[in-house]
């Protein structure tokens, strides 16, 4: 691993704009990558997924996978900035980090022929509503046949993701005859009926254990500001550790849009993302592979824990897929975000070994 040539990298991938749903020229890019690196296999897939294929011998392949998507829209102004001992910019971490590592494996898996093909993967549509759509077609792809799917994380350094959490988003849209803010001033705003709804939902106690949490993510409506709104939307992100305790939440939130809707508002309740559970049990001999990779390279912190990541899609499907980070970082979806030089070292080192371990635990072909 050439750390210069890695951060070079990461900030060139960085600066290309990639919105869910806009990921094509980090693709394009990382495509470029992949062939000065000399690998024999690149395609890409009708979604927008991004396959490299490197050459091993005859052990069942291996899945490392980093997603193209970012938070922030193709309008966002990614300026970044280097100090000796972090990178700062919006989403160097999330995940620009992880894309520029896999073409550093590249280099680093043809120079040593790994036990068995690598196929590393720059998939699409992770973040928001992407629903993990690029994940479901590598999955789709490669199912069974794989030894383990790994997928890669910029600023979680010692953390393993081995359990999938359950999300659903909503979007609720309240419909409302309108007017003009004076002379209909009797009349109900779709804005603030959804208003007092949001209210209403976050009033709703939450379980600390299984620890349970609703988001407004964000909140749309209105013509003018002396116009009476006649439609409005609001975007919820619900998650819970628990299936059950997720459906509870839904059913404290279908109560509370019957609450708050009458003859003169109605409030309709579309599923615009469902991301699915399943786990990994932590005794697994690809857990225990991670969390050695970790010890032996000096890292402290080995917290096994769950997340709504490109690992849901495999782990809901009972395969053996974990996520992990690369290095530290702060500031996740700001455009503050930053991570930090030192630890990259420690944590490329860790994927290598976890790399080697993984063929190891795929048995014979």
Known sequence: MDLERWIQRTL??????????????????LLGEFRSAGLPEIEVDPHG???????????PPLVISAHLDSVFSATTDLAHRRTRVRLTGPGVGDNAVALAALVELAYDLSDHRPAGDTWL???????GLGNLQGMLQVVGRFGKSVCAYLVLEGMALGHIYHRALPVRRYRLQARTRGGHSWIHWDRPSALHRLLRLGEELLRIPLPREPRTTLNIGTMNGGRSVNTIADEATLDLDLRSESDRALEELEARMHE???????????????????RPGGDLRPDHPLVLAACESLRRNGER????????????????????????????????????????????????????????AAFALGGSP
């Open 121 to 127: 993967v720059a998939n699409v549509g992770e973040e």
């Open 301 to 356: 912190e080995r917290i096994l824990e769950a997340g709504s990541t490109d690992a849901s899609v495999p782990l809901n499907r009972g395969l053996p897929a974990i996520c992990v980070g690369l290095t530290k970082g702060g500031e996740a979806h700001t455009l503050h975000e930053y991570i930090e030089i030192r630890p990259m070292r420690r944590g490329y080192r860790s994927l290598l070994q976890l790399v080697e």
């Open 12 to 29: 060139a991938v960085q600066a290309i704009p990639g919105p869910t749903f806009g990921e094509a020229e980090r693709a394009r890019y």
């Open 49 to 59: 997924n991004l396959y490299a294929r490197v050459p091993g011998n005859q052990r």
């Open 256 to 274: 509370a849009i019957a609450r708050n809707q009458d003859e003169t508002v109605q409030i309709s309740l579309e599923l615009v993302g469902s």
